[in-house]
């Protein structure tokens, strides 16, 4: 699918996208729930969120701290309060830190929270791209807080380019598992 550059798109894409991540989460033997996540032995996997993610919590929880960053941002933004996409202290070079800190945080949710706490977060990261315009969402210069993006470009990032993401981690999680 290629990269929604329309609100309908974007909606389109996000739900399809959890949808099919929902399906693979679904799919997924009780083994390989509980199995942790091993990558090391796959030399193209070198990307620092192969060795981070240690089993599906650890995934679903970083999706929803992605939709976090999202809504909190938008929301302090549209209420008159100038605050940057990514929290103090952290900038693009070190956002790998930041998901360091997601996993940490997280070390005492359990899946069934985690489950719920992503479809939660899901449904408001649809509602807020629901309450704005295609224009708002995908033409540049409209917010000069979203810098030389467009706002549109952190929703599909944080939702079906993520959800995208973790069902390709899943996928290589899922054949380890009947590799063993």
Sequence with gaps: MPRPTTKSDL??????????????????????????????RDEKKK??????DKNLRDVLIHLYEWHQLVLEWVDSNTGGVEKPFLPEPYNWKTYGEMNIAFWEK????????????LEQSHH????????FT?????????????GGSTL????????????????????AHQKNCQNR
């Design 11 to 40: 909606i389109s894409a996000a739900t399809e996208n959890y949808e099919k991540l929902q399906l693979l989460i679904g799919k997924l033997t009780e083994d390989e729930q509980n199995t942790p996540f091993d990558f090391s």
């Design 124 to 131: 408001k990261i649809l509602k807020l791209a629901e309450s």
């Design 47 to 52: 990307e620092a969120h192969w060795k981070r």
């Design 152 to 171: 549109g470009a952190y929703f599909v990032s944080s939702a079906p380019s993520h959800y995208d993401w973790a069902i390709k981690k899943l996928k």
């Design 106 to 117: 997280h070390q005492n949710t359990s899946l069934k929270e985690a489950m719920m706490m």
């Design 134 to 146: 295609n224009e708002q969402l995908f033409c540049k210069g409209v917010y000069q807080w979203t």
